[in-house]
C-alpha cells in the first residue's frame, strides 16, 4: 500500500488532509484499501495495481503515473504464473532433427592445410593425411612465403590487432596501402576494405535501398546470400530475374520510369556452378534504363583478366594488357570495367588472406566510409592482415602464369571426366560442379573420397544448392599437377562405380538435368582463349612489375 500511497501523495486531497500515522493504522486492520477504493483518484491506481498482480504481456509491466499519464516500467510483483516459458531447446533439436531427416545437416571436417606440403593437410593427427580438393583459395596463396614474411614482419613491428574501428584506432598505413593496391587493380578512384565481404555486399546494398528513396533493386536468382541479406536489409522495392536471362531482365526495368533509381546486382562468377554473367549486355540495360550497377568478382578476382582484377577485366583482355595498371586510353568507348558503377571482391580466396572490399568513385566510397554501418561499427582488420594481402595483390596482379596454370589444369579434370562420363554440370569458368542430385549420396561419396582415397572433396547441399541439385564442388590450383590430377580422376570414377551414382548417360535417358545431358544445351566457349593461355609473365607491361601505387585520400577523408 505504501506504493499507492506514493502514487496519489500529491494528487489525492484524501491522502494529503491524513496524517501519515493514522494512514498506517488503516493499513495496519486492512482498512486502507477499502477506504481508497471510493476515491476518484486512488481508486484507478488501485485497479491497476490488482492488474499488475497477474502475470503480464510482455513480462516487464508497466503502470502509469496517475498525475501525467506517463507510462513507466517497474517490475512485476509476483512472477509466480500457471503458463509456461516457450521451449527454445525443443525447437533447437526439432530444427537439428529435420536436417538430420533430410541429409542436409552438415559436418564439419577437421582440415588443417599445410603451407609447406599444399595442397595436403592433415586431419585430427599430423600423420592424417589428404589431398584437398574444394579450397577457394584458388592460386594456392594462403601459403606463399612472401606474404608470410610480410604478415609476420608486420605483426612483429604493430602487434596481432588493429585496436578498434577504423574511426577510433584501427586506421593505419597498412589499410591506406592496401585500398590503394585494390583501386588499382579494379581501376577505380577508391576502394573500401571490409571485414568480409559478406559483410560488404550486405553493408552496401541495405545503405543503398535505406539511403536512396523509391530504389528499386533488380537481384539475380542465383545471388549470394550476402546480396540477398542486403535486398532484404534494405527495405527497397525488389524484383528477382531469373539467372543470367537478359529478357527476364529488361521486362523487369521496362516497368518503371528511367528518372526511378534502380540498381542491378549480379556477380560475374557464380561459385556453385561455374556460370559467368553477361557483363557488359547488363551494362548496356542499365545504361538504357537509368541503373546502377553492382557486380560481386569475389571468385573471380585474381582468376581473370591480364592481372587478375576479374571478369570486368577479362571482357577486355587486350586493352588492358596493353595499359598496364593505367587505364586503356580508348576513343569513344568505355571498358567494361569502367562501366560497372561498384565492385565488390573478397581478400579471402584468390588473396589468401581474409576480408572485403568494394570499388568504385571516390565519392562512392566516401559516402559508403562515412554511412555504411557494417564498416563503421566493426573492428577493422589487423595491420598484418592488410600489409599480407597487399603483398598478395601485387604477386599475383604480376603472375599471369599462375592463372594460366589454374585453368590448363581446371581443363585437364574436365575433359578427363567427361570421358569417364562423369557428369560435370557445364560451364566456362574454373569451377568443376559434379553433379549427384541427392543428398544422402553427396555425402556418401565425400565420404568415400575421404576414407578410401584419401581426398578431400566437401558435398554441396541445401540451401546452397536446390535439392536435387546436390554436388560434390571440385576446384583445381595451379598446385595440382598432372599426377595429382589423375588421382583425383581415378578416385572420382571408382566413387561413381562403386555408389553407382548416375553418369552423363544416365541423366540423358532422364532429359538432361543441370545442363548435363541435355540435348538441347549450347555451351559457352571458355574466358580463356588459347591466345591468352600462351602468355607469360614477360608479356606484362612493364608497369605491372613493382609498381609505385599512389595512396588515395578517400581512405582517410577527403580534406576540403
Known amino acids: 500500500m505504501e506504493f499507492v500511497a506514493r502514487q496519489s501523495m500529491n494528487a489525492c486531497p484524501f491522502v494529503r488532509s491524513t496524517s501519515t500515522h493514522h494512514l498506517k493504522k488503516l493499513a495496519a486492520n486492512s482498512s486502507l484499501a477499502a477506504t481508497a477504493s471510493h476515491c476518484p483518484v486512488v481508486g484507478p491506481a488501485l485497479q491497476q495495481q490488482r492488474y499488475y498482480s497477474q502475470p503480464s504481456k510482455p513480462a516487464q509491466a508497466q503502470t502509469s503515473d496517475i498525475a501525467t499519464g506517463i507510462k513507466k516500467d517497474v517490475s ?89 574501428t577504423r574511426n577510433i584506432a584501427g586506421h593505419n598505413h597498412a589499410a591506406i596501402n592496401l585500398e590503394s593496391e585494390l583501386a588499382c587493380l579494379n581501376k577505380k578512384e577508391a576502394a573500401l576494405v571490409f571485414s568480409s565481404c559478406f559483410i560488404a555486399n550486405d553493408a552496401i546494398i541495405s545503405l543503398l535501398g535505406q539511403k536512396i528513396k523509391n530504389l528499386v533493386i533488380f537481384s539475380d536468382q542465383s545471388n549470394h546470400a550476402s546480396m540477398i541479406l542486403g535486398v532484404r536489409n534494405s527495405k527497397a522495392k525488389k524484383h528477382i530475374f531469373k539467372h543470367n536471362n537478359l529478357k527476364d531482365l529488361e521486362s523487369q526495368l521496362a516497368q518503371y520510369p528511367k528518372s526511378t533509381p534502380k540498381l542491378i546486382a549480379f556477380e560475374s562468377v557464380y561459385s556453385m556452378c561455374g556460370s559467368v554473367a553477361p557483363i557488359e549486355k547488363i551494362c548496356d540495360l542499365a545504361q538504357k534504363y537509368g541503373a546502377l550497377t553492382f557486380l560481386d568478382e569475389v571468385h573471380a578476382v585474381g582468376m581473370y583478366g591480364p592481372h587478375g582484377q576479374g571478369v570486368a577485366e577479362h571482357l577486355d583482355f587486350d586493352l588492358h594488357l596493353q595499359s598496364g595498371i593505367a587505364s586503356p586510353s580508348v576513343v569513344d568507348k568505355r571498358t567494361i570495367l569502367d562501366r560497372v558503377d561498384m565492385i565488390t571482391g573478397t581478400c579471402g580466396k584468390s588473396f589468401g588472406t581474409v576480408g572485403g572490399y568494394v570499388a568504385g568513385s571516390a565519392n562512392l566510397i566516401d559516402w559508403l566510409r562515412s554511412y555504411a554501418p557494417g564498416f563503421i561499427f566493426t573492428t577493422t582488420l589487423p595491420p598484418a592482415i592488410m600489409a599480407g594481402t597487399a603483398t598478395s595483390v601485387r604477386i599475383v596482379r604480376a603472375d599471369i602464369e599462375a592463372r594460366i596454370k589454374q585453368q590448363l589444369n581446371t581443363r585437364y579434370v574436365k575433359d578427363s571426366f567427361e570421358n569417364l562420363g562423369i557428369p560435370v554440370i557445364p560451364n566456362p569458368s574454373h569451377i568443376v560442379p559434379v553433379l549427384v542430385g541427392n543428398a544422402a549420396d553427396a555425402k556418401k561419396a565425400s565420404d568415400m573420397l575421404m576414407n578410401k582415397h584419401r581426398i578431400y572433396v566437401q558435398a554441396i547441399n541445401y540451401p546452397t544448392v536446390p535439392v536435387g541439385e546436390e554436388r560434390l564442388r571440385i576446384t583445381p590450383t595451379p598446385g595440382h599437377g598432372k599426377e595429382i590430377c589423375d588421382q583425383l580422376i581415378s578416385a572420382v570414377d571408382d566413387v561413381f562405380t562403386e555408389l553407382n551414382l548416375p553418369r552423363i548417360n544416365k541423366w540423358l535417358s532422364q532429359g538432361g538435368h543441370c545442363g548435363v545431358g541435355d540435348a538441347n544445351y549450347v555451351p559457352k566457349p571458355n574466358l580463356w582463349i588459347q591466345d591468352q593461355l600462351s602468355l607469360t609473365n614477360q608479356d606484362l607491361h612493364s608497369n605491372v612489375h613493382n609498381p609505385v601505387i599512389e595512396q588515395i585520400e578517400t581512405s582517410s577523408g577527403v580534406r576540403l
Not at 609447406?116 to 599430423?126: L, V, Y
Not at 612472401?146 to 596481432?160: F, L, N, P, Q, V
Open 76 to 164: 512485476p510483483i509476483h512472477m509466480d504464473s500457471n503458463e509456461t516459458a516457450f521451449d527454445y531447446n525443443g525447437m533447437y533439436e526439432s530444427d537439428l532433427a529435420n536436417k538430420r531427416k533430410d541429409n542436409s545437416y552438415r559436418y564439419f571436417n577437421n582440415i588443417n592445410r599445410l603451407a609447406k606440403e599444399f595442397p595436403k593437410a592433415h586431419r585430427q593427427t599430423e600423420d592424417d593425411k589428404v589431398t584437398v580438393w574444394c579450397s577457394n583459395d584458388y592460386l594456392g596463396m594462403g601459403r606463399h612465403p612472401e606474404i608470410i614474411k610480410t604478415m609476420k614482419a608486420t605483426m612483429d613491428k604493430y602487434g596481432s590487432g588493429a585496436g578498434g
